[in-house]
């Protein structure tokens, strides 16, 4: 079974950055793509970025310009680095394994004005 744990959310100030980090357990991680999404108070599962195996990724336009999705197929690892972070940003931030559908514990975000 596939076990994720996220890290790097915390509070910030509006316009600052914050990279998340998301290590996975087990083999998968080179198999799969992986996603970001975030979920706000009230709002439903909202996908932000995803990368494909082959480390092409794709944003939500929402977010395309600010913020990076990476991994490191080495560490097991993949990485939302965010920019001109905004308080509408202010969410619970999950990764998720596609291969398996298996998702992090998720990070709070909290962006301040």
């Known amino acids: 079974q596939v076990q994720l744990v996220e890290s790097g959310g915390g509070l910030v100030q509006a316009g600052g950055s914050l990279r998340l980090s998301c290590a996975t357990s087990?083999?998968?991680?080179?198999?799969?793509?992986m996603g970001w999404y975030r979920q706000a108070p009230g709002n439903e599962r909202e996908l932000l970025a995803v990368?494909?195996?082959?480390?092409?990724?794709n944003y939500a336009d929402s977010v395309k310009g600010r913020f990076t999705i990476s991994r490191d197929n080495v560490k097991n690892t993949v990485y939302l680095e965010m920019n001109s972070l905004k308080p509408e940003n202010t969410a619970v931030y999950y990764c998720y394994v596609a291969l398996t559908r298996t998702w992090g514990q998720g990070t709070q975000v909290t962006v301040s004005s």
């Open positions: 990368i494909t195996r082959t480390d092409i990724p």
């Open positions: 087990g083999s998968i991680f080179r198999l799969s793509a």
